[in-house]
């Protein structure tokens, strides 16, 4: 029996996609009342998901003033790619030692359809391939919550606009910084996969803090994960010691 759709779900689900398709740009305000008007629906509901959308990222509520539509800060960029560093580089490095030759087959092929895209201009089949990329490499652990939160947090930020593809740079630079990744994976080297995928999450990062960055809100230096990566688990390397 399909599950019924309510009111607000609908009303969530438009405008979900009027924020991500640009529609309602990042720091927009809009009032309940607009919103209700607009959708042709009574405020409750409105009210209903606009609280959806404040729980996903996506909004946030101003007293007395409306529902802001939120862009993505340094800040949040920075957090999301602390915690890809501590589930993503050890997990390059279990996958290394662990995958099966089915499971490295999938890599060669999600790394060849990349390739594939890059070569053919197709942007929306080149990040899919490229999240399917990173998805299959996380499998080899496992852990269904540990792929669950990469998601959320891959999608905390991507649905908001924040991408380095056509910006900062283009699908063959995306496409040479995975290459290494599979490269160590498949010769079962934990500790060259780590480092490549370390050294990958820790350039996008940079790229997207730079890009969100403004006088208000600058962008760290260079050395920004400087503090973490020393106590990443990477095969080969210790971790610094506590003063």
Do not use: C
């Amino acid at each position: 029996m399909a599950a019924r759709v309510t009111t607000t779900d609908r009303v969530f689900a438009s405008l979900r996609e009027s924020i991500l398709g640009g529609e309602f740009p990042a720091g927009s305000l809009h009032s309940i009342y607009r919103l209700a008007d607009l959708l042709g629906v009574s405020r409750t509901p409105v009210r209903e998901a606009v609280l959806r959308l404040a729980d996903s990222g996506l909004v946030t509520i101003e007293r007395n003033r409306g529902v802001r539509i939120r862009g993505v800060s340094v800040g949040d960029i920075k957090a999301v790619f602390e915690l890809r560093l501590m589930i993503e580089v050890p997990s390059a490095a279990y996958a290394a030692e662990h995958a099966g030759e089915a499971e490295l087959d999938t890599l060669r092929a999600e790394l060849d359809s990349m390739r594939a895209a890059a070569e053919g201009l197709d942007e929306v089949r080149f990040t899919a391939h490229d999240r399917a990329l990173h998805h299959a490499i996380g499998a080899i652990l496992g852990n269904a919550k540990a792929l669950q939160e990469v998601a959320a947090l891959r999608d905390s930020i991507q649905t908001r606009g924040a991408s380095t593809l056509h910006r900062s740079r283009g699908m063959a630079e995306i496409l040479g910084e995975h290459v290494p990744i599979v490269e160590a994976v498949v010769a079962r080297d934990p500790g060259a996969a780590a480092a490549h995928m370390e050294e990958h999450l820790v350039s996008t990062a940079a790229l997207l803090m730079d890009q969100a960055a403004s006088s208000e809100d600058p962008a760290p230096g260079p050395d920004w994960a400087d503090h973490l990566r020393r106590h990443l688990y990477a095969p080969g390397r210790t971790a610094a010691r506590r003063e």
